[in-house]
């Protein structure tokens, strides 16, 4: 979960943070670089290195795998969702949607992307109680109720595992675990960045040994090591970080960048036409992340 302590030009509509979802780091990524092995990975997914080859298109054929230009909507509040839309997916929350909902979209032929958040700990969450209390760090600053969870810890990794568990008995195609990259905020455990990188190819291995395709969310300096075991990005405010170039090495291996901008429909005219040059399927939406939307893939300019 994003949120902004600096205002561009560009966005100067945006007016917060975003809803229930995204990193809290505010401190703006500024390399892509930062990878100890970013060659010769043994993934989950088939592939053998995470450079942005043309193996990293491939993968596994019987998970879903999103080229750039895949329609989609994201929709936690204002339920019920809205399932008219015609989109080829949807990212839900993965405990609060209802099951006629997910019927529906299932229904429709739109693959089923279902949220859960892999680093933070939610009081609000029906499993709350099975962390373990030491393993549930600092407060998420402007998140009331959410703290870090320690990802090191085997039963934050087991419980993980029971959610991708849940997803495939909801009918799930693909899981976007979020606050992915703890490491680089302060969430009271000293795990770095290998810690890190290790916790995020554990999400990735159970999710595809249950025939799921997961998205990286945010956590960019880690797309080097990371991007050849993700089927696809899900990125918030890459605009109005200026952080969208590091999003590239997905566009050009054929995968998806599902990015989010927050503000009113006047961004249209400043972020679209960037974000279709660089093959983004970039949406704008409240802050709440309710069915209100502007696909930049389908804006005219009108």
Request: glycine content about 10%; overall charge negative; proline content about 5%.
């Amino acid at each position: 979960m994003r949120c902004a302590t600096t205002l561009l030009a560009i966005l100067a509509l945006s007016t917060g943070c975003p809803g229930p979802g995204g990193d809290d780091d505010t401190a703006g990524d500024d390399d892509a670089t930062a990878d100890d092995d970013a060659t010769g990975d043994d993934d989950a997914t088939g592939d053998d290195d995470a450079t942005g080859d043309d193996d990293d298109t491939t993968g596994d054929p019987a998970l879903w795998q999103p080229a750039p230009g895949t329609s989609w909507q994201i929709q936690y509040s204002g339920l019920p969702i809205d399932t008219s839309l015609g989109v080829d997916a949807y990212n839900v929350d993965l405990f609060d949607t209802p099951d006629a909902t997910i019927d529906e979209i299932v229904a429709n032929g739109a693959a089923l992307v279902c949220y859960f958040s892999a680093g933070s700990w939610e009081e609000w969450r029906d499993d709350a109680g099975q962390f373990p209390e030491e393993a549930i760090g600092n407060p998420l600053d402007g998140w009331p109720g959410e703290a870090w969870l320690d990802v090191t810890d085997p039963d934050v990794r087991a419980i993980m595992a029971s959610r991708m568990d849940h997803a495939v008995a909801r009918g799930c195609d693909a899981v976007d675990p979020d606050n992915v990259d703890g490491y680089t905020n302060q969430p009271g455990f000293s795990f770095g960045f290998e810690d890190q990188l290790d916790y995020n190819r554990f999400l990735a291995a159970e999710a595809h040994a249950r025939g799921l395709a997961i998205g990286l969310k945010n956590d960019l300096d880690q797309i080097g090591d990371l991007m050849a075991e993700f089927e696809f990005a899900v990125n918030e405010e890459c605009f109005h970080y200026d952080e969208c170039e590091m999003l590239m090495p997905f566009v050009t291996a054929g995968k998806a960048v599902f990015s989010i901008e927050y503000g009113s429909e006047a961004l249209a005219e400043l972020l679209c036409p960037e974000a279709n040059a660089l093959d983004l399927d970039t949406l704008i939406k409240h802050l709440d992340l309710d069915a209100w939307r502007v696909a930049c893939r389908e804006w005219s300019g009108d």
